[in-house]
């Protein structure tokens, strides 16, 4: 057997799957269809072959690759420009509760159980289905839920609370190390975040720091490498 060929051949595999999901977007993995499902089973079952099969030449896997994921993008492409063959090509979202009453014959026609609705339910925090005003099954598998007016969250908002604005959360030390680029880019320096380190622990260092982030209420929050926690719930 020729290991340094199932050597190369295993890395291109690799390479090619780490390079698909950047042609093809970001969505096919957060937001994962059934025409994404079907490439990706069949991306990987070729991936496979193309990294130990040498009974099949490396290039034909590599061109059917090439197919198959220039065959996504198209199909990807034409949803995105066609409402009428994106149901056809990504599926549609199916009501499941609407209006508080559970369809039953929705559920029939996609197969989807009460057992499955009440996970999905509990997935969000809901025990009694009779809080639920809208209940969606999406593309994706997700169950999207809007619940009835008494028992949704009350915002500050509803409250008549002084709003204040926010800000991304900008990470300023991980794993320890400087995160120089993004000092630069909110205009911060090291001499600054020492300084405001001393201010909220006397003695420490930045080498002391693990994790320092900047969050959403420009407040600084550091976590250090020695937590002073005498017996850790959990210890790995």
Same mark, same amino acid.
């Given at each position: 057997m020729n290991y340094a060929e199932i050597l190369m051949r295993t890395i291109l595999s690799v390479g090619l799957l780490l390079l698909i999901p950047r042609i093809l977007g970001k969505q096919t993995l957060s937001n994962m269809t059934s025409n994404d499902f079907v490439i990706s089973i069949t991306l990987g079952s070729l991936a496979a072959n193309l990294a130990f099969n040498v009974s099949l030449k490396s290039t034909y896997l590599v061109l059917s690759i090439v197919v198959i994921t220039a065959t996504s993008f198209l199909l990807s492409f034409i949803a995105l420009k066609s409402r009428r063959l994106r149901s056809w090509i990504s599926g549609s979202p199916t009501v499941l509760i609407e209006e508080g009453k559970i369809m039953e014959a929705?559920?029939?026609? *996609?197969?989807?159980t009460m057992d499955s609705l009440d996970q999905a339910?509990?997935?969000? #925090?809901?025990?009694? *289905? !009779? !809080?639920v005003d809208y209940a969606v099954l999406e593309d994706n598998g997700q169950v999207s839920v809007l619940k009835k007016e008494a028992y949704q969250f009350v915002t500050k908002? #509803?409250?008549g609370l002084a709003l204040k604005p926010q800000a991304f959360p900008v990470e300023l030390i991980m794993d320890g190390k400087l995160v120089e680029d993004n000092l630069k880019q909110n205009g911060l320096t090291r001499e600054w975040l020492e300084k405001e380190l001393d201010k909220k622990q006397k003695g420490k260092t930045l080498a002391d720091v693990f994790y320092a982030v900047k969050g959403t209420q420009q407040q600084l929050v550091f976590d250090f490498y020695e937590d002073g926690l005498q017996q850790p719930l959990d210890r790995e």
């Open positions: 929705n559920m029939r026609k *996609i197969r989807y339910l509990r997935k969000k #925090d809901i025990f009694n *289905i !009779e !809080e908002q #509803d409250l």
